[in-house]
């Protein structure tokens, strides 16, 4: 079955960075594009950013562009979430997901566990 499973959040104060791991196990990770999502408390869960399946193509929120990074290794089967100039409002559950629709950001069938991201002021 899919598996993705989520690491290297954290608690960072404000100007921070951090770089989230997902690794992925169960599919063939490069035919996908992949996506993070994150969702704060009492918040629904919001796209952040996706990449395609070869890296050619990359979007954001408007809320995280140019202070994040999304990046993927195939050979690893990993997708990375560089997040610089962190914010409080950054401050959510980051959620990987596959299959990520391009265009839309429709988030695919398929989800991490997540990780805590928590920026102090």
């Known amino acids: 079955q899919v598996q993705l499973v989520e690491s290297g959040g954290g608690l960072v104060q404000t100007g921070g960075s951090l770089r989230l791991s997902c690794a992925a196990s169960?599919?063939?990770?490069?035919?996908?594009?992949m996506g993070w999502f994150r969702q704060a408390p009492g918040k629904e869960r919001e796209f952040v950013a996706v990449?395609?399946?070869?890296?050619?193509?990359?979007y954001y929120a408007d809320s995280v562009k140019g202070r994040f990074t999304i990046s993927r290794d195939n050979a690893k089967n990993t997708v990375y979430l560089q997040m610089n100039s962190l914010k409080p409002e950054d401050t959510a559950v980051y959620y990987c997901?596959?299959?990520?629709?391009?265009?839309?950001?429709?988030?695919?069938?398929?989800w991490g566990q997540g990780t805590q991201v928590t920026v102090s002021s």
């Open positions: 997901n596959t299959n990520t629709d391009l265009w839309s950001h429709r988030p695919g069938d398929y």
């Open positions: 990449i395609s399946w070869n890296a050619g193509s990359t």
């Open positions: 169960g599919l063939t990770f490069s035919r996908y594009p």
